[in-house]
């Protein structure tokens, strides 16, 4: 089972288990952290990689595009905590702002619905 993850930022140890309890020992996390500009690149990286699963970190619009495409992302759920105290570097990650975010689970994007309204 091999899991493309797309972000700048590495999985935390807590993630990494957590896959492995849903897809078994064994899973292989392949980061990539470059920069790309739209689903379409994402999806040919994840085809060209041959992944089982991906987690992207992304806009919603290019998550829903990838949605469009046929992949269904997994979303690592993070809820923010108060930034005091030690970090704990398993499942804990300090963001910019002086914000802190907790791993909670993973979830499986099936669709994203944007709305709009007009300006005037």
């Keep these: 089972m091999k899991i493309y993850w797309v972000s700048r930022h590495e999985p935390l140890p807590a993630q990494v288990r957590e896959l492995e309890r849903l897809f078994g020992p064994g899973v292989e996390v392949q980061q990539d952290p470059r920069p790309f500009s739209n689903a379409e690149e994402i999806a040919a990286r994840v085809k060209a990689a041959r992944a089982d699963e991906v987690v992207v970190v992304a806009p919603l619009s290019v998550i829903q595009r990838l949605t469009e495409l046929g992949i269904r992302p997994l979303w690592a759920e993070m809820e923010a905590i108060p930034p005091e105290g030690k970090l704990d570097p398993e499942w804990e990650v300090d963001a910019p702002g002086g914000r802190r975010y907790r791993?909670?689970?993973?979830?499986?994007?099936?669709?994203?619905?944007?709305?709009?309204?007009?300006?005037?």
């Design 103 to 120: 791993f909670r689970r993973f979830r499986r994007i099936v669709g994203v619905k944007i709305e709009y309204e007009e300006l005037e």
